[in-house]
Nanobody, 120 residues
Framework: QVQLVESGGGLVEPGGSLRLSCAAS????????MGWYRQALGKQRELVITILSDGRTHIGNSVKGRFTISRDNAKNTVYLQMNNLEPEDTAVYYCTADGLGYRREPFDSWGRGTQVTVSS
């Protein structure tokens, strides 16, 4: 079992910034991809940004140029830096990670989500 715990969500004004963190723990041998998805009220879950163990990223079109991701492999932690936030960024942000457990069993885990609200 691999658990993901997100932190850093909250209320921010348009144009502001927030930084989310997500730490993975449990039966972890290696993590391939870590990243973030989001789901706004009444909408489908969508990709925000993900990062592979080699540093390559995959970013959603709606956040290009505003959001960045970084990863601390030693701590099994991923960070999402969100700048120039817009009301349309309001959503629950979910951390995700996939890789191999101690017994080389694959895992694909999701966090419980953290609310980000952009409003004046």
């Amino acid at each position: 079992q691999v658990q993901l715990v997100e932190s850093g969500g909250g209320l921010v004004e348009p144009g502001g910034s927030l930084r989310l963190s997500c730490a993975a723990s449990g039966s972890i041998f290696s993590i391939n991809s870590m990243g973030w998805y989001r789901q706004a009220l009444g909408k489908q879950r969508e990709l925000v940004i993900t990062i592979l163990s080699d540093g390559r990223t995959h970013i959603g079109n709606s956040v290009k140029g505003r959001f960045t991701i970084s990863r601390d492999n030693a701590k099994n932690t991923v960070y999402l830096q969100m700048n120039n936030l817009e009301p349309e960024d309001t959503a629950v942000y979910y951390c995700t990670a996939d890789g191999l457990g101690y017994r080389r069993e694959p895992f694909d885990s999701w966090g419980r989500g953290t609310q980000v609200t952009v409003s004046s």
